[in-house]
């Protein structure tokens, strides 16, 4: 026999081997699902530790080789994960945000706006709220050009404790009355659990900032109120992390989440934060929740800022976060890369012509 007939010769045997494992595997899996309904009649836990010691073990004593045993022990565990997903175990413990649990995409209903319905939302405004003069005229200038959410910080996580700290509650207050006269919705962080009580008559959307995506206390009590949260990657976590907080929220009972990329520390110093734009397919794809980009604090540039917002709309984003003030330049915070009026008519123009999708109402 030619070496070519020999190998065609094994390789249909190969064949029909691979038939017969698929063959036994699908048996397997049915044999899986019966086993599943049994011990759901019985109420037992369908994961038995101990009975899948006793295959492994079994797997060890049996192994004539080729293969090392840990290998094959590995190969099993994956047959009986996937059994596991058959009994329906695996659902169990798929989270609420997971778009395994739930196929279809999220809407956030913020008022009579909407975030995540294919077009895009801008959010915008000042990086703090200053006083009644600023915010006003940011709203102003928001409304015309057809902004729905104004953005501004009264409780503000400054890095160190001599800079501006916000005007706290009473920048929520002035906040509030700007954008009623403009007819804007209204987000802003809240800091402490202690403190979303008193600010729910004020906002439209809650936000959790980067540096408290990880407090607890503050994820479980923003997820007893009804309003929707907008919760922000904190500055070294993981996008596992980052999904394990918004599955604080829902787990308390706020199912109107939205995730926010606002970049990551890494070594680059070009920008301020490193902007991870694969985050938001990433989180659109294990998640069901809108995703947006903040573009602000992940570059830290005025320069990067509209080319930032392109990529986030391009990747999948479903809307961009900007801040904009009267006069950067004498801003009490941010002060690099807030976007003046002239420049923020540009950004808005920029991301239009290509983005025409861009759920704005001129007026
Ligand atoms: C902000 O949006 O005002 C802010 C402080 O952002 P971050 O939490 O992403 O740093
Ligand atoms: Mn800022």
Redesign the pocket.
Known sequence: MSPQDQLNRLRREMDELNHEMLDLLSRRGTLAVEIGKIKRLQGVERYDPVREREMLDFIAASNQGPFETSRLQHIFKEVFKASAELQGEDRDKTLLVSRKRQPEDTLVHVKDVTIGNGRPQLIAGP??VESFEQVNAVAEKLALSGVKVM?G?AY??RTSPYDFQGLGFEGLKLLKTAADRHDLRVIT?IMTPGAVESALPYVDII?V????MQNFDLLKEVGKTDKPVLL??G?SATIEEFIYAAEYIMASGNNQVIL?E??IRTYERATRNTLDITAVPILKQETHLPVMV?V??STGRRDLLLPAAKAALAIGADGV?V?VHPNPAIALS?AQQQLDFDQFDQFVEGLTVQFPQLDLVKK
């Open positions: 990086c703090a953005r910080g503000k996580p962080e936000q900032g980067a540096r408290n922000k990657r500055l926010c606002r970049g903040d602000t604090h976060m801040e941010d």
